[in-house]
C-alpha cells in the first residue's frame, strides 16, 4: 500500500527567506543602516557612475562584493546574528550597517537544569550544591524555591558526558534520582549528565495520533544556540525494509511539520524525520516506530514468546551449512537458519500455536572452531550465538542480512514481534574489542571455581577463559557496548530484547541501556520490550527463604530498567517441585503462582516458562522411566524419547498452568510437542516436524495449541488478575478476571476424577474438551485432565466503547468501539486560548500571550437614506437625520435600520471598511434636484448624485398605459404611483454606490 504515498519533500527555507536591496548612488549606500533576520540576504546594486565595494569591516562573519562597476550586483545571505560594519574600500566615508536578528520560534536550551527536593521523610537542608567533573573541586549552590520546595540551578556545560552528584549540608553526597543514567569516575559510581551540542538544530514530536490504517503527527524544528533557521524537513516511511519519502505541510511561521497518512496496510511501520538548518547542519534523525491495524493495540501481557536457537530449529538453506569442527556429540553446528524460521512464520505454525513474539538466540558473529566446556574436557562450537567475534555483522551461518530481513518482514506480516539476544557481560577472545582495548574488560577469577562464586564474583568473574569480562564501569566500553545493541534494534526493525547474563553486569549497563531504547524508538507509544535473564536459585518453601532472589530479580526492573525477567523463582517452586517431581501439591502451586503477582515490581510484565536452552527438557525430567535426565555427554548416557503417558499428562498440566497465568509465558523450541534430553547440549536437539512425532507427541501440541488460541481471543486469560478458587493435593481452579471478563481454569493431575463446586455468576461449558457445567456451577474432571470455562457474553450487547489506541494514556483493553477519547502524553500545544480573539487557536492547552482582538466598531448613522449617512458606521448610533421626515419615513426608517443594518450593513461594511469612503462623511443636509422617471413621472435626488445618474434607463421603464378608473393605482401593465418611485429610485441609488464600492475596493492596489 506504500506506492500510495506521494514522492514529496519539504524545503523548510523557501517560505522563511527574504532578500534586501541596498542602492549605492551619489556615493552613499542607500539605505545606510539595515536590519534583517536571519536566513535573509542583501543585494548591493551600484547604480552610481564610480566603481565601489561593499566591503565587512567587522561582524561575526565577512563578506566582499569586489568591485562593483556601474549596474554591477553582489548579494550576500546572513546566517550568524550580530551587526556587521561595511563600507566601501575605495571610498572610506561610504560606510553601512547590517544589524542580523533572531527570527527563531524556538531554540535549543544552552544550558542544563538540575533540580533537587528532600524525600518524603526528610526535612529541608539548609544547603544543596552540586559537583561534576566538569570542575571537581568547585560546587555550586542550588536555589531554593519555597513556594515548590524544590533547589535548582543551571550551568552552561560544552557537549560531552560529565559524572556529577548532589551535596547535602557539607558532605551528604547523594544520586539525582530524577535522572536513570549512571556511571563512574575512578572508583565512584555517579550520576551521569549528557549534554548535547546545543549549536545543532533538533527535531521533536509535538503530537501524534494512530487510527485503523493511517497516522498523523506534527513535528517541531529547534534552531541550535546560533538561532539558524530551517533549511529543509523531510520525512520518509519504512516498511518491509523499503524506505518512501512522504509529503507533509510546512508552517514556516511555527517551524512545525505535519504529517497525515492513511490506507497503510497491517504491519510495523517506522516514519524518520530529517532536518537541516541554512548552514547545512544537520539535525539527529528522528525515528517514530508504530503498527498498524490489529496490532496497534497489543502490549506485551498479549505476548505468547517462543523461544527458538537458529541453528537448531529448521535447515531452510542448506548452502550456509558450516564445515564439520572436533565438538562433542550435540555441540556442533547443525544447520538451522534464518530461511528455515521464515518457512515456519510463512507456513502458519507459529500462528496456529497462538505465539505472536519470537526470541531468536544472537545472530551476531560467532567465534570459529571451538572451546573448552565447562566440564573441561568436552570441546564445544559456537552454534548458540553466544561467543560473539563482531559487534555488527550477522553470522553467515545463519544467514544473510537479507535472509534476516525476509525473517521479520514475514514476522511481522503476521503480527509476530521479533525480540533479539544481546550478549552485555562478555565477548569472545577473538573480537576486535578486546585486542584493540584490553582495559575494557576485567581480569577476574573462573565463575563457579573455588572462592569464585557466581554471585560473590558476579561483576568480574569470567564464564570461560576465552570468554574476556566486559568492564561496564569503563564509560567507552559502557557506551559502546549500548551504541551496538541500538544499531541491532534499529539496523532489523527488531521489537525488544533478551538480555543475556544480566546479574553478571553493573546495574547501569542496564539502566543506561533502557533509557537510550526509550529515547530513541519509544517516543510515539511503541513499546519495545526488554526482558532480562537474572538467573536464580531456589531458597526454600517458604517466601522469607526466597527474598534474595526475589531482590535480585527486582534489581533490574524500576524506572527505566528492564520491562520483566524470566521468572526463575517460579520455575523452581512448581516446575522442579510440582510438574516433574510430583514432591509438592498444587497447593503449593497455587501459593508461588500467586506470589509471583505481588513479590514483583508493579508494572512488569514477567515471563514465566516450564523449560528453556539451560535445562534438561521437561517431558525428560517428568519420565519416571529414566535417571540420566541430567546427563550432558553420549558416554554418560542421555534420556530417550519417554515410552509412557505420564511425562505428556504432566506437560498438559503446566503448560495449561503456563498459559492461563498472568504475564508473558515462554515456549522452548519443541517444548510444544513434548522433546525430550538432557542437560546442555542434549536439551538442543534439532526441532522436529510434525511428520517425525508420534501420537503422544502431536497430542500435546493439539492441547497446547488449542490452549494458546484460547489465551490469544480472551482478554481475561491474557491480560486478567489471578485469583484462588479451590485447591488441593492434586486438584487446582482459579480465576483470571477483568473488569468485564471472567476465565475459570481447572486441573486434576490425580489417578481418578474429581469434582469441582464452584461460586461463579455464570454457566458454561469447557471450551476444550466441552465439560459440561450444570446449573450449581459443578463440573467433573477425568484424571490427568483440564478444563478452560469462558465467560458467555451476549453477541446482541452493545459494544464497549472507549479508547481503543494503546499508545494512549486512558486506553481501555477492554474496548471494542473507539470513541475518540484517546489522550496522548505529548507536550501541550501553545497558542491564543481566548476563543474571542481573532486568532484563537481551539488546539492550544497553553496560551502563549499572542492574542489578538477585533478593534471595536465604528458607530455612526447606517441608514443610506439619511443625511449624515457613515458609510464607516458598523453598528448605529441613533444620530440618523432625515429631509423633511414623515411618520411613514419614520416607519419606513426603523424597519429599515431594524432589519438592514442587522442582516446587510455589517457585511458590507465590514468588507468595505478600508476601501471606501474615501470622498469623506455626507453632509447633513444637501440640496436637492427633480429628475424625470417613468411615464413622465419625477423623482428628487440630491445634485452630488446628479440626473445623469439616475436616468429613465435606470428604472427599466415598461410601457405607459392609462388607468381609467384609479390613476394613483399600480396597473396590471406596469405603472406605479410616486410613492412607489421614490422607493424604486433610492434603491436604485443604493445598487449603483455599492457597485462603485466595490469597484473601488478591487482596483486598490
Known amino acids: ?33 539595515i536590519t534583517i533576520d536571519v536566513g535573509d540576504s542583501i543585494t548591493w546594486t551600484n547604480q552610481d557612475s564610480s566603481s565601489h565595494t561593499a566591503t565587512s569591516t567587522s561582524g561575526p562573519d565577512s563578506f566582499d562584493s569586489s568591485t562593483l562597476s556601474t549596474g554591477s550586483s553582489h548579494t550576500y545571505t546572513f546566517t550568524a546574528l550580530g551587526t556587521y560594519n561595511y563600507e566601501c574600500s575605495f571610498h572610506s566615508s561610504m560606510t553601512g550597517t547590517v544589524t542580523v536578528e533572531n527570527p527563531a520560534v524556538r531554540v535549543r536550551e544552552t544550558q542544563t537544569t538540575y533540580t533537587w527536593q528532600p524525600l518524603p521523610s526528610e526535612a529541608q537542608p539548609s544547603n544543596v550544591s552540586i559537583i561534576g567533573e566538569w570542575d571537581w573541586d568547585t560546587h555550586t549552590d542550588l536555589i531554593f524555591d519555597s513556594g515548590s520546595g524544590t533547589w535548582s540551578t543551571s550551568l552552561s556545560l560544552q557537549e560531552g558526558m560529565y559524572c556529577y552528584k548532589f551535596v547535602i549540608g557539607d558532605n551528604d553526597y547523594r544520586f539525582d534520582l530524577s535522572n536513570p543514567y549512571r556511571g563512574y569516575c575512578g572508583d565512584f559510581e555517579n550520576s551521569i549528565a549528557r549534554v548535547e551540542n546545543s549549536g545543532q538544530p533538533a527535531l521533536s514530536l509535538d503530537s501524534y495520533s494512530i487510527n485503523e490504517d493511517g497516522f498523523n503527527a506534527n513535528i517541531f ?20 525494509f523499503t524506505e518512501v519519502p512522504i509529503s507533509g505541510i510546512w508552517d514556516s511561521n511555527n517551524w512545525a511539520l505535519s504529517l497525515s497518512i492513511d490506507e497503510l496496510s497491517s504491519g510495523k511501520y517506522t516514519l524518520k524525520v530529517t532536518g537541516s538548518d541554512i548552514n547545512n547542519v544537520d539535525a539527529e534523525e528522528l525515528l517514530l516506530p508504530f503498527w498498524i491495524g490489529a496490532q496497534s493495540d497489543f502490549i506485551w501481557d498479549d505476548a505468547l514468546i517462543y523461544m527458538i536457537m537458529t541453528d537448531r530449529f529448521v535447515d531452510g538453506n542448506s548452502s550456509n551449512n558450516d564445515a ?46 571451538t572451546g573448552i566446556a565447562g566440564d573441561g574436557q568436552h570441546e564445544v562450537s559456537a552454534y548458540h550465538g553466544y561467543w560473539p567475534i563482531e559487534p555488527r555483522s550477522v553470522d553467515a551461518r545463519l544467514g544473510s542480512e537479507a535472509e534476516l530481513e525476509e525473517l521479520i518482514s514475514a514476522a511481522h506480516e503476521h503480527g509476530i514481534r521479533v525480540m533479539g539476544d544481546f550478549v552485555v557481560n562478555h565477548v569472545h577472545e577473538d573480537h576486535p574489542y578486546y585486542s584493540n582495548n584490553p582495559d575494557w574488560f576485567n581480569q577476574g577469577c573462573l565463575c563457579g571455581t573455588q572462592n569464585c562464586g557466581w554471585t560473590e564474583h558476579r561483576l568480574d568473574c569470567l564464564f570461560r577463559t576465552y570468554m574476556p569480562d566486559i568492564n ?40 543506561n541501556f533502557g533509557t537510550q531504547v526509550e529515547e530513541r524508538f519509544e517516543l510515539m507509544g511503541t513499546d519495545y520490550y526488554l526482558k532480562g535473564e537474572t538467573a536464580m536459585g531456589w531458597g526454600g518453601h517458604n517466601l522469607v527463604d526466597n527474598q534474595d532472589e526475589y531482590e535480585m530479580i527486582n534489581r533490574y526492573m524500576n524506572g527505566h530498567g528492564l520491562d520483566g525477567q524470566a521468572d526463575f523463582v517460579l520455575y523452581h517452586a512448581v516446575v522442579d517441585n510440582v510438574f516433574t517431581s510430583g514432591d509438592m501439591d498444587y497447593q503449593h502451586l497455587d501459593y508461588w503462582t500467586a506470589r509471583s503477582q505481588d513479590q514483583y515490581v508493579d508494572g512488569t510484565t514477567m515471563v514465566p516458562f516450564v523449560g528453556s536452552h539451560d535445562v534438561p527438557r521437561f517431558t525428560s525430567r517428568a519420565d519416571p522411566g529414566t535417571t540420566d535426565e541430567w546427563n550432558q555427554w553420549a558416554e554418560d548416557g542421555l534420556p530417550g524419547q519417554p515410552g509412557n503417558d505420564a511425562p505428556y499428562q504432566a506437560a498438559l498440566q503446566a503448560f495449561t498452568w503456563l498459559l492461563t497465568t498472568p504475564g508473558a509465558p515462554l515456549i522452548y523450541q519443541g517444548d510444544e510437542y513434548g522433546e525430550f534430553g538432557g542437560a546442555d547440549p542434549d536439551n538442543r536437539h534439532m526441532w522436529r516436524n510434525n511428520s517425525n512425532i508420534n501420537s ?26 489471578y485469583e484462588s478458587l479451590a485447591n488441593n493435593t492434586d486438584t487446582i481452579a482459579w480465576s483470571m478476571a477483568t473488569s468485564s471478563d471472567q476465565a475459570i481454569i481447572a486441573m486434576n493431575r490425580g489417578g481418578g476424577a474429581a469434582n469441582f463446586d464452584l461460586e461463579l455468576n455464570w454457566i458454561t461449558n469447557d471450551s476444550l474438551n466441552g465439560i459440561v457445567m450444570d446449573g450449581n456451577h459443578s463440573f467433573t474432571l477425568e484424571p490427568h485432565s483440564v478444563a478452560i470455562f469462558l465467560q458467555p457474553h451476549d453477541n446482541n450487547s452493545s459494544p464497549i466503547q472507549g479508547c481503543t489506541n494503546s499508545s494512549a494514556t486512558n486506553y481501555n483493553p477492554l474496548a471494542d468501539v473507539d470513541d475518540g477519547s484517546c489522550q496522548f502524553s505529548s507536550p501541550p500545544v501553545e497558542g491564543c486560548t481566548n476563543s474571542s480573539a481573532t486568532n484563537y487557536n481551539p488546539l492550544a492547552e497553553v496560551d502563549d500571550d499572542s492574542c489578538q482582538y477585533p478593534s471595536p466598531p465604528v458607530e455612526g448613522c447606517t441608514d443610506s437614506n439619511a443625511t449624515n449617512y457613515n458609510a464607516l458606521a458598523e453598528v448605529d448610533d441613533g444620530t440618523c437625520e432625515y429631509i423633511n421626515p414623515s411618520p411613514n419615513n419614520n416607519s419606513n426608517n426603523n424597519t429599515n435600520n431594524q432589519t438592514g443594518n442587522q442582516t446587510g450593513n455589517q457585511t458590507d461594511n465590514n468588507t468595505s471598511n478600508n476601501t471606501g469612503n474615501q470622498t469623506g462623511e455626507t453632509p447633513d443636509e444637501e440640496e436637492m434636484v427633480t429628475c424625470d422617471a417613468c411615464c413622465g413621472e419625477t423623482v428628487e435626488v440630491s445634485v452630488s448624485i446628479g440626473c445623469d445618474m439616475v436616468g429613465v434607463d435606470e428604472f427599466e421603464c415598461e410601457p405607459c398605459n392609462p388607468v381609467e ?29 455599492i457597485i462603485g464600492f466595490v469597484m473601488i475596493s478591487i482596483r486598490r492596489p
Open 696 to 721: 503422544r507427541e502431536v497430542s500435546l501440541l493439539d492441547n497446547i495449541s488449542a490452549i494458546a488460541q484460547l489465551r490469544k481471543d480472551s482478554y481475561a486469560l491474557k491480560r486478567g488478575t
Open 1 to 33: 500500500m506504500l506506492a500510495i504515498i506521494p514522492l514529496a519533500s519539504v524545503n523548510a527555507i523557501d517560505s522563511k527567506s527574504v532578500t534586501h536591496n541596498i542602492n549605492i548612488q551619489n556615493f552613499a549606500f542607500s539605505p545606510q543602516t
Open 221 to 240: 524544528f529547534w534552531a541550535g544556540d546560533n538561532h539558524t533557521a530551517p533549511d529543509s524537513v523531510t520525512a520518509t516511511l519504512m516498511h518491509d
Open 965 to 993: 378608473n384609479n390613476q394613483n393605482s399600480t396597473t396590471e401593465t406596469g405603472g406605479f404611483d410616486r410613492g412607489n418611485l421614490v422607493v424604486y429610485v433610492l434603491l436604485g441609488i443604493l445598487f449603483v454606490a
Open 472 to 511: 561496564w564501569k569503563n564509560r567507552d566500553a559502557s557506551e559502546q557496548m549500548i551504541s551496538d545493541g541500538l544499531w541491532w534494534l534499529e539496523r532489523f526493525d527488531l521489537d525488544g530484547a533478551r538480555i543475556d547474563a544480566v546479574k553478571h553486569v553493573d546495574d547501569l549497563a542496564i539502566y
Open 324 to 369: 564439520a569442527t572436533t565438538a562433542a556429540q550435540g555441540a556442533e553446528w547443525q544447520g538451522g537458519d534464518f530461511a528455515g524460521i521464515t518457512q515456519m512464520i510463512q507456513s502458519g505454525y507459529f500462528d496456529d500455536l497462538g505465539v505472536n513474539a519470537l526470541w531468536l538466540t544472537p545472530f551476531n558473529t560467532a567465534a570459529n572452531g
